[in-house]
Every structure is written in C-alpha cells, then in structure tokens.
Antibody, heavy 118, light 107 residues
C-alpha cells in the first residue's frame, strides 16, 4: 500500500525559511516521480513542483509562484522527499501535500500545514 | 500553462438525482485528466483518472467521460456523502493544473 507522510510544517515569519519532508513507503521510491501540491485555507488546489527519478536525471520543475524560492530534493536512500521553502510570503500559507503517480493514478499524503505570519 | 475551467461553480441537486459536472481545458490534454472529490478538512480523494477509469474503491455511480478539451463527471443517484467540492486536474504536461472546483450542494 502506498503511504506518504508529510512532516515539518509550522509557523514561520515572512521572509523566513522552512523545510518539510515526506516519508514514502509501499512502492519503489527511487523509480517514482514525486510532486508537491498545496491548498491555501478556503482555496483550491495548486501544484508546487515535481522532481523526476534519478533515472530521468532527477530534474525539477516548479510552478511560477514559487520558482526561485522553493527547491525540491529527494534522498532515495531514505525514501524521503523534501521541499525547501525560502523567502516565504503570507500567501504561501497552505496545507502542503506530497503526491506521486503511476499511469495517471495519483496518491496523496495527509498534508502538513505551513503558516506564514508575523 | 493549460487553464482548466469547471462549470458550474455551484450545483444544487436533490439526493437521489443525477449530477453532471463539466471541465474544459484551454488546449488538448488528451485523456490525461483526473477528477477528485474533497470534503472540507480532508485530503482530496481520487475518483477518476485517464478521464474515465475509476480509482480503487470508487462506487460505480461515479463515471467520467471526454477527451481532448471537454470532460464530464457524472454522479448518478446522489448519496448524502457525495455533497462535496469536485476538482478536475490535467497531467498532460507540466505545469499540471486544477480547475477552480465545483461545489455540489444539497437542494
């Protein structure tokens, strides 16, 4: 069974940094393309970015609102995905979800809340 | 970026009736389209992928159709637990994008 467990969310001041993690199990993590999505309070869903497998060069792609501020990485030895968030803005306040997909079938974690506020 | 537009924004339907939700892509996404159900405070639940394939454990009253730019999610005989927000999402190319959602409410 695919399991994705996010952690590391919390309260951070505008301009600050935070790294959140996603522990994966139930599938071959090293072969998987992984993604982050988010949902601001009372708002819709939004993709943040993705990282391909090392086999596919491990390249990353980001959504425009976070490009240059957020960075996705992975540690295949720990089956863990990371999202490093820098220069945080109040509008980055959201529940952040870790996701993965195979042939269009998407699995989601339970999410971790990141609050950016002074 | 492909823009996904859902209609209507809110749909009021009586329990036991049929609901039809629409999703339009600004350019073709082939059949790379998923539908999600989200109850407030919960994780999005995958209903449909590949435009028409039900995810594991999804009741047969949920069906998806369409390809290219026009897609439909149909829920036959609405149950009380079906009243929620529904999102479509393409995964044809990056950036993946979601529609703004359709809120299905009890009439």
């Amino acid at each position: 069974e695919v399991q994705l467990v996010e952690s590391g969310g919390g309260l951070v001041k505008p301009g600050g940094s935070l790294r959140i993690s996603c522990a994966a199990s139930g599938f071959t993590f090293s072969d998987a393309w992984m993604s982050w999505a988010r949902q601001a309070p009372g708002k819709g869903l939004e993709w943040v970015g993705r990282i391909k497998s090392k086999t596919d060069r491990g390249t990353t792609d980001y959504a425009a609102p976070v490009k240059g501020r957020f960075s996705i990485s992975r540690d295949d030895s720990k089956n863990t995905l990371y999202l490093q968030m820098n220069s945080l803005k109040t509008e980055d306040t959201a529940v952040y979800y870790c996701t993965t997909a195979r042939n269009g079938y998407f699995w989601w974690g339970q999410g971790t809340l990141v609050t950016v506020s002074s | 970026e492909i823009v996904m537009t859902q209609s209507p924004a809110t749909l009021s339907v009586s329990p036991g009736a049929r609901a039809t939700l629409s999703c339009r892509a600004s350019q073709s996404v082939s059949s790379n389209l998923a539908w999600y159900q989200q109850i407030p405070g919960q994780v999005p639940r995958l209903l449909i992928y590949g435009a028409s394939t039900r995810a594991t454990g999804i009741p047969a009253r949920f069906s998806g159709s369409g390809s290219g730019t026009e897609f439909t999610l149909t829920i036959s005989s609405l149950q009380s637990e079906d009243f929620a927000v529904y999102y479509c999402q393409h995964y044809n190319s990056w950036p993946y994008t979601f529609g703004q959602g359709t809120k299905l409410e009890i009439k």
